[in-house]
């Protein structure tokens, strides 16, 4: 009994302490310098089962090529209305900050509510193929436990809705 309640402790102080380290922001991880649209493309998956990427087919080689395919977001009409729409949507997600907001691109920085793991969340318009493609990755770890493909597909649900 006292080896359990020993243990009970120890799993509590370590939670505890996870909790405190994540809400001072030691979990957030930095940014990955290279974001953005190059080459008609977003960045390919992440190595590891922890991203989305509506582009994943196009990276033919890629380690994680059919676990990180998902869907782009269509959209009828104009395309800048439809990024911007997404954008709404984006600032009003809790836990997601829109940094950056260009014509055609879109990047977020979503936070996770307890621990605070940061995923960093991109759109590129494509006007030709009417849709809006989307990668969302974790920063750190090697699984994220669905939660990238969650989101996107939270905020494609949303994104139809208006």
């Not at 590891?48 to 033919?60: D, E, G, I, L």
């Not at 090529?65 to 600032?91: K, N, V, W």
Request: glycine share 8%.
């Amino acid at each position: 009994m006292k080896i359990a309640g020993l243990l009970l402790g120890v799993l509590l102080l370590a939670a505890a302490l996870l909790l405190v380290a994540g809400q001072l922001g030691f979990l957030a991880g930095q940014p990955p310098q290279d974001l953005g649209v190059r080459g008609g493309r977003l960045k390919p998956p992440s190595l590891t089962p922890n991203s989305v990427s509506s582009q994943a087919a196009s990276h033919a080689d890629h380690p994680q090529r059919s676990g990180a395919d998902i869907a782009p977001l269509h959209y009828t009409g104009d395309a800048r209305a439809a990024l911007g729409r997404l954008a709404t949507l984006l600032e009003s997600t809790p836990g997601c900050v829109l940094v950056t907001r260009e014509p055609a691109y879109l990047y977020a920085q979503c936070h996770t509510r307890w621990l605070k793991f940061t995923d960093d969340v991109e759109f590129a318009l494509d006007e030709a193929a009417h849709v809006i493609q989307v990668r969302s990755a974790s920063r750190l770890g090697r699984k994220d436990f669905g939660v990238n493909r969650a989101r996107v597909e939270a905020l494609r649900a949303r994104f139809e809705k208006t």
